[in-house]
T-cell receptor, first 111, second 114 residues
């Protein structure tokens, strides 16, 4: 079992819709969770971090964490074509300074 | 601009060449990382340095040799690489302390081994 699992997609949504990206993790010791956006040929860029159960909002982005169910999600409201990218979910490795990375979900926003 | 720079941005090398990748972070971080990302594959952690000490070597072949002379600089020395080593090599840094795990990535070096 992979430590962090994501649906690889591709996920396609029309412009203006809500894109929902999901991630599950297996290590119950993980406490910190991150979403990175990676455009093709570019490096990952931090979008959101979340540490507590519940929702965290930043502009059009909302991260949701449920530690009991071991899932993290990212909602993108009013999706734009510029949101088309691969989204990587990461969870911290307990007692270390490393991440478990998911394989990424490819999102395409259709104009 | 994340405060992590990498040079060169692109590199083409033959299998007998020796080259080095350089990473520099201007964030005052203590931990630095090398990742490999091949086409359509997930990020692979290669090496981790924390306070200049190597804390992780993820079964990386010896043709990759890391060097961390100080907390701000990280090198990846390459020699006798294989074509399958062609990939995007990413450097990242973090504070390296509990509760400050966020990693910031450099732009990467796109490596092609002929």
């Amino acid at each position: 079992q992979k430590e962090v699992e994501q649906n690889s997609g591709p996920l396609s949504v029309p412009e203006g819709a809500i894109a929902s990206l999901n991630c599950t993790y297996s290590d119950r010791g993980s406490q910190s969770f991150f979403w990175y956006r990676q455009y093709s040929g570019k490096s990952p860029e931090l979008i959101m971090s979340i540490y507590s159960n519940g929702d965290k909002e930043d502009g059009r982005f909302t991260a949701q964490l449920n530690k009991a169910s071991q899932y993290v999600s990212l909602l993108i409201r009013d999706s734009q074509p510029s949101d088309s990218a691969t989204y990587l979910c990461a969870a911290d490795v307990p007692m270390g300074n490393q991440f478990y990375f998911g394989t990424g979900t490819s999102l395409t926003v259709i104009p | 601009e994340t405060g992590v720079t990498q040079t060169p941005r692109h590199l083409v090398m033959g299998m007998t060449n020796k080259k080095s990748l350089k990473c520099e972070q201007h964030l005052g971080h203590n931990a630095m990382y090398w990742y490999k990302q091949s086409a359509k594959k997930p990020l692979e952690l290669m090496f981790v340095y924390n306070f200049k000490e190597q804390t992780e070597n993820n079964s990386v072949p010896s043709r990759f040799s890391p060097e961390c002379p100080n907390s701000s600089h990280l090198f990846l020395h390459l020699h006798t690489l294989q074509p399958e080593d062609s990939a995007l090599y990413l450097c990242a840094s973090s504070q390296g302390t509990e509760g400050e795990e966020t990693q910031y990535f450099g732009p990467g070096t796109r490596l092609l081994v002929l």
